[in-house]
T-cell receptor, first 114, second 114 residues
Framework: DAGVIQSPRHEVTEMGQEVTLRCKPI?????LFWYRQTMMRGLELLIY????????DSGMPEDRFSAKMPNASFSTLKIQPSEPRDSAVYFC????????????FGPGTRLLVL | KQEVTQIPAALSVPEGENLVLNCSFT??????LQWFRQDPGKGLTSLLL?????REQTSGRLNASLDKSSGRSTLYIAASQPGDSATYLC?????????????FGAGTRLAVHP
């Protein structure tokens, strides 16, 4: 089992540019979560998908952030336009009822917006 | 609003010492509590999951306890080793909005020196 896969692992971009983060959940998992981790705010849930449908996007900070899950094996988190305050580590996690809802985290994408 | 607090924020101990990490939460209506480990530049790994009806869980040198009524959990690490150096995160699961949502503490950064 390859675990949750995220790409890219590191991203450096300039303010105003579009950033797209990608996630492949563990096969068979029907829940997918996007988190953001910063020193100031810790780990925060951005959005939760179940069976490819967004269930809770109340953590998405503003309209510059959007997330999609076109199928069970792929999700994207997009920031457009990016700002320096978006610099953080973005994690994707997946879970299923069979795993007693333990969430399995990917390695994260470290984003730096200059 | 559920808040999760971890004390201490950082801890440095010599190898071989037994240690306790503390976690407190404000709302006792939790589904379960998990302890995660995070290594620098890596994702989170679930160490122990305690269901709300349980009092403790053990895995090797790790033992986690849960006292729901007082809103506290402790992670006990026996005979600490340099390989235990990492950040330990406590998270409670709430059933909110039709799904199980993880609320994280800020973590305890542990350094075990030889």
């Amino acid at each position: 089992d390859a675990g949750v896969i995220q790409s890219p692992r590191h991203e450096v971009t300039e303010m105003g540019q579009e950033v797209t983060l990608r996630c492949k959940p563990i096969s068979g998992h029907n829940s997918l979560f996007w988190y953001r981790q910063t020193m100031m705010r810790g780990l925060e849930l951005l959005i939760y998908f179940n069976n490819n449908v967004p269930i809770d996007d109340s953590g998405m900070p503003e309209d510059r952030f959007s997330a999609k899950m076109p199928n069970a094996s792929f999700s994207t988190l997009k920031i457009q336009p990016s700002e320096p305050r978006d610099s953080a580590v973005y994690f994707c996690a997946s879970s299923s009822r069979d795993s007693k809802e333990t969430q399995y985290f990917g390695p994260g994408t470290r984003l730096l917006v200059l | 609003k559920q808040e999760v607090t971890q004390i201490p924020a950082a801890l440095s101990v010599p190898e071989g010492e037994n240690l306790v990490l503390n976690c407190s939460f404000t709302d006792s209506a939790i589904y379960n509590l998990q302890w995660f480990r995070q290594d620098p530049g890596k994702g989170l790994t679930s160490l122990l999951l305690i269901q709300s009806s349980q009092r403790e869980q053990t895995s090797g040198r790790l033992n986690a306890s849960l006292d729901k009524s007082s809103g506290r959990s402790t992670l006990y690490i026996a005979a600490s080793q340099p390989g235990d150096s990492a950040t330990y995160l406590c998270a409670v699961t709430l059933f909110s909005g039709g799904y199980n949502k993880l609320i994280f503490g800020a973590g305890t950064r542990l350094a075990v020196h030889p």
